[in-house]
């Protein structure tokens, strides 16, 4: 396993601007996650995908984020129109569904740092 | 609503001296719980994770945690921290909340090793 992976790990933007992350899982891992996490909080969830399948989002995504999981592989994350309050970590997640299981065990990416000036 | 309270904010421990930090949380059902680790500017990295069985789990860097159901918690222990430890480590419960198969961390606790 290589691990979680996410690109960019730093982006600076001006506010107004479009922003686009993306996040490759483990292979084979089914479920991908975002999360969003601000200085000195823990991880938020913001929404999660079953392969392609977007199957929850949270409250905390605006109609300004968008996410994608085209052929259920890897995932986008947009942000538009940023402003300064987008500022934050996001972080990443992906999971092997487990038949019979509530939930699984997800594992982390090394996290996108957005900073919106 | 789910919940998870880390009543330390910030932790003070000598290195070589032992280690517990809190968790409790707040579910209606069987809590799966996990406590995580995360370095500056880094991601998170699973320490350990209870879903059924045995109350006291082990997991790497030789941590481990208890779960106790009367009391709601999930404590991490570690006999002889040592300063690689340093770092702020989350305790998160996970299942399926209304649907969405998400986790629910707390807030953290930050953990300072004094040589």
């Not at chain 1, 979680?4 to 891992?29: A, L, M, W, Y």
Request: proline fraction near 4%.
């Amino acid at each position: 396993d290589t691990g979680v992976s996410q690109d960019p790990r730093h982006k600076i933007t001006k506010r107004g601007q479009n922003v686009t992350f993306r996040c490759d899982p483990i292979s084979e891992h089914n479920r991908l996650y975002w999360y969003r996490q601000t200085l000195g909080q823990g991880p938020e969830f913001l929404t999660y995908f079953q392969n392609e399948a977007q199957l929850e989002k949270s409250r905390l995504l605006s109609d300004r984020f968008s996410a994608e999981r085209p052929k259920g592989s890897f995932s986008t994350l947009e942000i538009q129109r940023t402003e300064q309050g987008d500022s934050a970590m996001y972080l990443c997640a992906s999971s092997h569904r487990v038949a019979g299981m509530n939930t699984d065990t997800q594992y982390f990416g090394p996290g996108t740092r957005l900073t919106v000036l | 609503a789910q919940s998870v309270t880390q009543p330390d904010i910030h932790i003070t421990v000598s290195e070589g001296a032992s280690l517990e930090l809190r968790c409790n949380y707040s579910y209606g059902a069987t809590p799966y719980l996990f406590w995580y680790v995360q370095s500056p500017g880094q991601g998170l990295q699973l320490l350990l994770k209870y879903f059924s069985g045995d109350t006291l789990v082990q997991g790497i860097k030789g941590f481990e945690a208890e779960f106790k159901r009367s009391q709601s918690s999930f404590n991490l222990r570690k006999p002889s921290v040592h300063w690689s430890d340093a770092a702020e480590y989350f305790c998160a419960v996970g299942g399926a909340f209304q649907g969405a198969q998400k986790l629910v961390f707390g807030q953290g606790t930050r953990l300072t090793i004094n040589p």
